[in-house]
T-cell receptor
């Protein structure tokens, strides 16, 4: 595709419900990142994949958050037993290669999650 | 102290003026610096990146980096109303590894007619 796509764009969940957020990176991009952006804040790193390997999950706020990328392309971020503090925009980004600190990340449109 | 700091603004400049957006970072080992623009309700869009001390120009945008002062800035010349957005400074603090970015809170820019 032309860019990073995410679905759903909006999700309303009741507290305690499980949600799954999907990210389709740019075709051929090896690296995939998830960020969480609260209102009025900058994005905060959650986790990173290189192909199917999850190399960094240091930003996941709790064990309720789980991410996977089983075939090295599409990724899913799952949040179990959602809490109101999980309400945020979840951004996915991808970049072309693996190692390399200078690579540009391209962001998807985000999923806006509201937990009631 | 936050790892990447920006003045939240709003920064208000008249149309045609130069807008100057500033960012400081805490980790001296940081190697890569990015400026993203984010319109309200939209995702971040890359404006520029800079790795070396000095200036880097791209059209109306100039990024400036001073590693000794741990300071990076973005200048927007001939500001237009369409430049009104939040500008996010992002830093890669882990040279030689995957490019996880640490963002500032962003500076909201308002270009007035």
């Amino acid at each position: 595709g032309a860019g990073v796509s995410q679905s759903p764009r909006y999700k309303v969940a009741k507290r305690g419900q499980d949600v799954a957020l999907r990210c389709d990176p740019i075709s051929g991009h090896v690296s995939l990142f998830w960020y969480q952006q609260a209102l009025g804040q900058g994005p905060e790193f959650l986790t990173y994949f290189q192909n199917e390997a999850q190399l960094d999950k240091s930003g996941l706020p709790s064990d309720r958050f789980f991410a996977e990328r089983p075939e090295g392309s599409v990724s899913t971020l799952k949040i179990q037993r959602t809490q109101q503090e999980d309400s945020a925009v979840y951004l996915c980004a991808s970049s072309l290669g693996g190692q390399g600190s200078s690579e540009t990340q391209y962001f998807g449109p985000g999923t806006r999650l509201l937990v009631l | 102290q936050k790892e990447v700091e920006q003045n939240s603004g709003p920064l208000s400049v008249p149309e045609g003026a130069i807008a100057s957006l500033n960012c400081t970072y805490s980790d001296r080992g940081s190697q890569s610096f990015f400026w993203y623009r984010q319109y309200s309700g939209k995702s971040p869009e890359l404006i520029m990146f800079i790795y070396s001390n000095g200036d880097k120009e791209d059209g109306r945008f100039t990024a400036q980096l001073n590693k000794a002062s741990q300071y990076v800035s973005l200048l927007i010349r001939d500001s237009q109303p369409s430049d009104s957005a939040t500008y996010l400074c992002a830093v890669n603090m882990n040279p030689g590894t995957a490019s996880k970015l640490t963002f500032g809170t962003g500076t909201r820019l308002q270009v007035t007619l």
